[in-house]
T-cell receptor
Framework: DARVTQTPRHKVTEMGQEVTMRCQPI?????VFWYRQTMMQGLELLAY????????DSGMPKDRFSAEMPDATLATLKIQPSEPRDSAVYFC?????????????FGPGTRLTVT | GENVEQHPSTLSVQEGDSAVIKCTYS??????FPWYKQELGKRPQLIID?????GEKKDQRIAVTLNKTAKHFSLHITETQPEDSAVYFC????????????FGSGTRLSIRP
């Protein structure tokens, strides 16, 4: 049963520190999404990639957030410097377009707490 | 831009009764409408989806309906059970190779025993 994996599952850091979250999409999937979930904002799309190329990162605060796909098996989301308002659960999701009919499979999430 | 509105934000029903969650979308080019279920502390999981060429789709106790003219779609859960308690998200997408999925704000469904 192939699944999206994310590391770390939990991260507590102090304000100003760099945070890197990692995602391994399902093998063979060509689309990767990064979402942020808070109680107030629900599921916010931060960025997404198709065949490792960024298609849309308009949801991401550009001054501190960056997303990359160094290779087809790894996506990263980096926050530098982190702030308390970044505290949230960050989900990665992957899919196969067009064959996969645009379904997205979510990872378990990284719960980030910035103090 | 694309917007998806979801109602109600919370819903409590008696076990065995039906639950209905409604969503509207703004982009008339949307043609793919998935529904996700998220249990407490877990990841969102796709439970059912519908495309614009279909008006209704059923899978056991859950069904989705789509009205493209009115730009709204709904999730129906019949004979609700305690394990149906979760947050449900609707979403909409153009379904093209470059499109993204826009999520509604979620509905917290509670099933009363």
């Amino acid at each position: 049963d192939a699944r999206v994996t994310q590391t770390p599952r939990h991260k507590v850091t102090e304000m100003g520190q760099e945070v890197t979250m990692r995602c391994q999409p399902i093998l063979g999937h060509n689309t990767v999404f990064w979402y942020r979930q808070t109680m107030m904002q629900g599921l916010e799309l931060l960025a997404y990639f198709r065949n490792r190329a960024p298609l849309d990162d308009s949801g991401m605060p550009k001054d501190r957030f960056s997303a990359e796909m160094p290779d087809a098996t790894l996506a990263t989301l980096k926050i530098q410097p982190s702030e308390p308002r970044d505290s949230a659960v960050y989900f990665c999701a992957s899919g196969l377009v067009p064959q996969g009919a645009y379904e997205q499979y979510f990872g378990p999430g990284t719960r980030l707490t910035v103090t | 831009g694309e917007n998806v509105e979801q109602h109600p934000s919370t819903l409590s029903v008696q076990e065995g009764d039906s639950a209905v969650i409604k969503c509207t979308y703004s982009d008339s080019a949307s043609n793919y409408f998935p529904w996700y279920k998220q249990e407490l502390g877990k990841r969102p999981q796709l439970i059912i989806d519908i495309r614009s060429n279909v008006g209704e789709k059923k899978d056991q106790r859950i069904a989705v309906t789509l009205n493209k003219t009115a730009k709204h779609f709904s999730l129906h859960i019949t004979e609700t059970q305690p394990e149906d308690s979760a947050v449900y998200f609707c979403a909409a997408s153009r379904g093209s190779s470059a499109s993204k999925i826009i999520f509604g704000s979620g509905t917290r469904l509670s099933i009363r025993p």
